[in-house]
């Protein structure tokens, strides 16, 4: 049975590299040298390996916010958002914040996370427990208000920094975290994932909050009869997973870009989504997970410029992957369906 | 006279499951023949086989001395079988001549040719005695009669050959006795019916012959009226099984007090438990009984008293209630009772992890879980004997057993249960009545809603019957009969 569980997720991405390496083929190129490069440009050299620790830190960390809503029967699908709010709170207390270097690393890093269990908690957490509203849409409308708000801040808004650039101040240097390796962007945030990972864990597998907010996430009636109160583990669900995400944004932030860009993307909370999927929502698994996303991501470039494969192929690999993960849904379903019972 | 249905060595396995093996079975012409076995024993299978939903790994089927193999229930109906399932397959949203033309429906011009469905209707409904009104909604319908419309359904599409799954298990004493009588005209006009039950008394008013299933074996077919109900009981568990022993009642003061308990669709309604003693609520499914044991549980708000021992329960939610003594078994132990991708060991625990010696400073003691949990499977023979399984993996039976063992580790004064023994077998349910009649003695106070007359006759005290919402009356079971009961939970005063 166990073995099973690790099994599918193993072969849904094989059967994506494998469905990859034919797209390069039909297309005229050398699957080989194509995966050859991927590899060597993301794990082939020390400035590979921490372009790659960079590049999966903030899919970590977002991975372990779905992961703990999924798990607890939440669908917290806005993950991007809270990443952002966690993001733009952390920058600003970044640059404004004028304090002793330990301190002013910890209160943006717990700034954010707060920021991001406010934006999933409050609006999203209250509307599902008192209302009923849907968190999967909610959570996803919290998303397009936190980026729309990030351009406000910082195009005309108060968080511009002087000058036409829409970006805001950099922080100061209080407030960014250490680097780990010369030359790379890798800083030492990449050692709170494992950190998370544990604590996200022991949370759920070890603690009275974690039982309730998994029993909830797997049979709410269940949990009624066992006495959670709903309302509070739909907050705390949401809340902690919220926090989560926030403080993805704060350590990205604060390790790599530094500052508030106009460019930035939203994706890192929706490919949370994929990661905690693969994962299992296990979270150590998610750690894994991630790794895989950055090793991708990291590769993809040298690929299209020692191979001559067009990044996007990366892109269908990574959907690939999603179908297959997706798919073990649809065939423990069928297989549940012709094992029948007598 | 030649059989109508010829099963010969038909078997069917799930993996490494056997689920029907070799099985032997003929149906006469206008014999009704029951097929008696505990749950997991192959019934259903062996149904799902004749009526196309699954297909046999081998063995032969011939109806009317012709090969059958039907690949889908649609070939299942051309060929004259019908099945009533359990669970009726109709739409409530549509009238009950709607419902009976669906996917069979005549054409005129583009719109469907209703009215003679329901002049057929009519007809079939006369020769079978299945009066049901062709135009009413299937929503407005009783079980009973919903029930008709199942079997119309099938008559309409000139079944020669009808499958019954448990027929009686949802109807009221009288709604079955007009079932027996429907199922006598359908036998006398020829039809035949493989009637499926674990009910005794019924397989022996109703069936000519039995067959008994055991492990997905043909254990015996018997002539019913030449046999008894403890040799019939005795093939279908494969060991002899004493009624349970009920001493005589010493009850003492009232553990249970509820006075003027109302909430939605309850009430006002009002009664005692007392120590030693074991009250039933009987009542048709859906009269109120899953809104009582809400309002119990502090699942729901609700108006009135409900006193524990004497002490106020008021608005005390789920936990405190349980604490202060109140333990509860669920209709649906898999809905609310487990959850069931969890292991045995952390259900054992649901309803007290939030305390010592369950967890301590909110972090869960998991060692004591697993020494509580490998003392209590071994005190309920939990099978298979490992805290590890999850509880999806378990029978019914040892489902129930691991509720069961979980509230009665809290030694509660007063346990609500309710249909203790629903679709568990006879072994189980003697299990689960032995435990109760334990608790009984103990001086505790039991309150047993239950749609099964025969678990409460067996069980209970003192029987009470809920008929929308209220409370018809209550009466000693000695001076109880099944038809006075019957009659309450129709809604006739006592």
Redesign the interface.
């Known amino acids: 049975m166990r073995g099973v569980r690790l099994l599918w997720p193993l072969l849904a991405i094989l059967i994506a590299f494998a469905v990859g390496g034919l797209l390069t083929w039909a297309f005229g190129h050398d699957p080989f040298s194509a995966y050859g490069a991927l590899i060597s440009g993301s794990l082939g050299s020390g400035y590979a390996i921490s372009t790659t620790l960079t590049d999966a830190l903030p899919l970590m960390i977002t991975g372990l916010a779905v992961a703990l809503s999924f798990q607890s029967g939440l669908f917290n699908i806005g993950a991007s958002g809270q990443y952002w709010l966690g993001a733009i709170v952390a920058v600003w207390l970044g640059y404004s914040l004028k304090l002793p270097t330990p301190l002013h690393l910890l209160v943006c890093l717990l700034a954010g996370a707060l920021a991001g269990a406010l934006w999933a908690a409050l609006i999203p957490g209250l509307a599902k427990a008192f209302r009923g509203a849907n968190e999967v849409i909610t959570t996803l409308m919290m998303t397009y208000v936190a980026t729309y708000l990030g351009h406000y801040l910082i195009e005309g808004g108060p968080m511009q920094a002087p000058g036409y650039t829409p970006q805001s101040p950099h922080l100061l240097p209080s407030a960014i975290l250490p680097n780990l390796v010369s030359g790379t962007q890798l800083s030492v945030g990449i050692f709170l994932a494992p950190l998370l990972a544990a604590l996200t864990w022991f949370l759920l597998s070890?603690?009275?909050?974690g039982?309730?907010l998994?029993?909830s996430g797997?049979?709410p009636?269940?949990?009624?009869?066992?006495?959670v109160?709903p309302v509070v583990a739909i907050l705390a669900a949401l809340g902690l997973s919220g926090a989560l995400a926030g403080l993805a944004g704060a350590v990205q932030m604060m390790g790599v870009d530094h500052r508030l860009f106009d460019s930035f993307g939203t994706s890192y909370g929706y490919t949370g989504i994929v990661v905690a999927l693969l994962a299992r929502n296990n979270p150590f698994g998610v750690l894994l997970a991630a790794l895989l996303f950055g090793v991708l991501s990291s590769g993809a470039n040298a690929m299209q410029i020692n191979a001559g494969v067009p990044f996007h192929l990366v892109d269908v690999i990574q959907g690939v992957i999603i179908f297959f993960v997706a798919a073990e849904g649809l065939m423990r379903y069928l297989r549940l369906r012709s094992?029948?019972?007598? | 006279m030649s059989a109508l249905l010829e099963v010969r060595q038909l078997t069917k396995r799930?993996?490494t499951?056997t689920?029907?093996d070799h099985v032997d079975f003929d149906l006469l012409p206008g014999e009704v023949h029951a097929l008696l076995g505990e749950n997991?024993?192959?019934?259903?299978?062996f149904m799902?086989l004749l009526y196309g939903l699954?297909r046999p790994d081998s063995g032969s089927v011939s109806l009317e001395g012709v090969s059958y193999q039907p690949a889908s229930p649609k070939d299942a109906v051309l060929a004259g079988v019908g099945m009533v399932h359990q669970h009726f397959m109709l739409i409530p949203a549509l009238t009950v001549a709607e419902n009976v033309a669906l996917g069979d429906e005549p054409r005129r011009g583009f719109g469907i040719d209703l009215g003679s469905v329901e002049k057929k209707l009519a007809e079939l409904a006369a020769e079978y005695h299945l009066e049901v009104n062709p135009r009413a909604k299937v929503a407005d319908l009783s079980v009973g009669l919903r029930q008709r419309v199942e079997i119309l359904k099938a008559f309409y599409r000139r079944a020669r050959l009808l499958i019954l799954d448990e027929p009686t298990a949802l109807l009221t004493p009288q709604e079955s006795q007009q079932l027996f009588r429907a199922v006598r005209a359908f036998q006398e006009r020829g039809i035949s019916v493989i009637f499926i039950s674990h009910k005794l008394d019924e397989v022996q008013a109703l069936s000519g012959r039995v067959t008994v299933l055991r492990r997905?074996q043909v254990v015996g077919t018997l002539t019913t009226d030449q046999t008894s109900p403890a040799e019939l009981a005795r093939l279908m568990v494969g060991r002899s099984l004493a009624p349970p022993v009920r001493p005589p009642s010493r009850p003492g003061p009232a553990l249970l007090e509820v006075r003027d308990l109302q909430a939605q669709g309850l009430g006002p309604l009002g009664f005692q438990v007392r120590a030693g003693e074991i009250l039933a609520v009987a009542g048709v499914e859906g009269n109120g009984q899953e809104a009582l044991i809400a309002a119990l549980?502090g699942?729901s708000r609700s108006q009135g008293e409900v006193l524990l021992d004497g002490r106020p329960l008021g608005r005390l939610?789920?936990?405190a209630r349980?604490e202060a003594g109140l333990g509860?078994v669920?209709s649906?132990r898999q809905?609310?009772?487990?959850?069931?991708?969890?292991p045995v060991r952390?259900n054992l625990a649901?309803?007290a992890?939030?305390r010592p010696p369950y967890?301590h400073s909110?972090?869960?003691d998991?060692p004591y879980w697993a020494t509580h949990a490998e003392t209590l499977v071994r005190e309920f023979d939990v099978r298979p004997p490992d805290r590890r399984a999850p509880a999806a993996a378990l029978s019914g039976g040892n489902q129930q057993k691991v509720v069961l063992a979980r509230e009665l580790a809290a030694s509660p004064k007063v346990l609500v249960v309710s249909q203790p023994t629903r679709g568990l077998d006879i072994g189980a349910s003697q299990f689960v009545y032995s435990k109760l009649l334990d608790l009984r003695a103990a001086g505790k106070a039991v309150l047993l809603v239950s749609l099964d007359l025969d678990e409460i006759f067996a069980l209970a005290d003192r029987i009470a019957v809920l008929y929308r919402g209220r409370l018809m009356g209550t009466v000693p079971s000695e001076s109880a009969t099944r038809e006075g009961i019957g009659l309450m939970m129709l809604g006739q005063e006592a």
Do not use: C, M, Q
């Not at chain 2, 997991?40 to 299978?45: F, I, L, N, V």
């Open positions: 070890r603690t009275r909050l039982f309730s998994r029993i797997y049979n009636r269940a949990a009624r009869y066992a006495g109160r094992g029948g019972n007598s | 799930f993996g499951l689920a029907l997991g024993a192959g019934k259903s299978t799902n699954l997905g549980a699942w939610g789920v936990r349980a509860l669920p649906d809905e609310d009772g487990l959850v069931l991708p969890l952390d649901l309803r992890y939030h967890s909110g972090v869960l998991l």
